[in-house]
């Protein structure tokens, strides 16, 4: 059984910096003995970066969200490190979700499941779920909300409960 996990937005700006939270400090020491788990066994390991520029308050994203946040290059930008990120497979996204990450897996390595973890639940998770689901509608997909958070514990929640509902495997 070859498994890949794909750790989402685990930034800097999503744990203590500009749309940092309490619950997603919470879930940094679950994701990090997660990838150690992953490591351990020799799995494969991706991680996502959302990714923006200057012109980050001109953009939709920006529109809906007038908040500054992971300006490539920033510290706030950065992989949190106490992950362990340095040298391993980033996917950097412009949107929620990347279609990019699921088309290389795709067209790429033999995976025969795929665990996500990371932030946010309800934004980033969920979008890069649901485009797995669409690109690969016969693999395996588990969610494991001990190692994600959500803008709130409520968004959270509910984004669990719609991947559930939309056959993602929640753990
Ligand atoms: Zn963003």
Redesign the pocket.
Known sequence: MKKLLIVVDMQNDFIDGSLGTAQAQGVVENVKAKIEQYANRGDRIIFTR?T?DESYLKTQ?GKN?PVE??IAGTEGWQISSKLNAENALVFDKKSFGSPELAAYIKGGPDIDEIELIGLCTDICVISNALILKAFLPEMKITVDGKCCAGVTPESHQNALEAMKMCQVNII
């Open positions: 959302d923006h994203e969200l946040h992971c």
